[in-house]
């Protein structure tokens, strides 16, 4: 584990303790964007996909906290997780078990135009919905053999 990822962590889980020119101290957490705070989210994510040691325990300690439904009362902050862009979200997971379906049955000897009718038809969704889906996750799942589709969780 390296120190100066673990610092940063810290540092942005926990803040910092700064002292005012008239000696007063305050906590103080890195504004939202800042250089620090992307620094502190690397070295955070560093930390957690590493293998190489275990998990520190103060780190461990800051994100159960910031974690908790029932936080200890000096805890300010709160971890919130949100989309990352806004407007409707895309279920990678539909899209694909669609796809899947269209791609079988394609490989079973159906037309792209039979499979897509009888996929909407059991799912109770537009022809035009299935072909998007098939059309993009083709891209991914090239039924040529290039690259073979997968069931899902697999």
């Known amino acids: 584990m390296r120190k100066s990822h673990l610092a940063s962590a ?3 889980l926990d ?3 700064d002292q005012r020119p008239d ?3 305050r906590h103080k957490f890195q504004g939202k964007g800042t250089p620090n705070e992307r620094e ?3 070295a955070l994510v560093a930390l957690l996909r590493s293998f190489d040691d ?3 325990g103060q780190l461990r300690e800051s994100l159960a906290r910031l974690l908790d439904p029932h936080p200890p009362a ?4 709160k971890l919130v997780f949100a989309f990352r862009r ?3 979200h895309t279920d990678h997971y539909a899209g ?3 796809f899947l379906e269209v791609h079988d049955a394609v490989k079973c000897s159906a037309t792209a135009a039979q499979a897509i009718a009888d996929v909407a038809a059991k799912y109770s969704i537009s022809p035009e919905q299935v072909k998007r889906h098939w059309l993009t996750y083709r891209r991914l799942y090239d039924p040529r053999g290039r690259r073979r589709a997968r069931p899902l969780g697999n």
């Open 96 to 98: 694909t078990q669609i």
């Open 86 to 88: 806004k407007g409707r």
């Open 54 to 56: 275990p998990l520190d």
């Open 15 to 17: 803040g910092r303790i």
């Open 74 to 77: 000096w805890e300010q902050r």
């Open 40 to 42: 502190g989210r690397q």
């Open 10 to 12: 810290k540092a942005f």
């Open 23 to 25: 000696g007063r101290i």
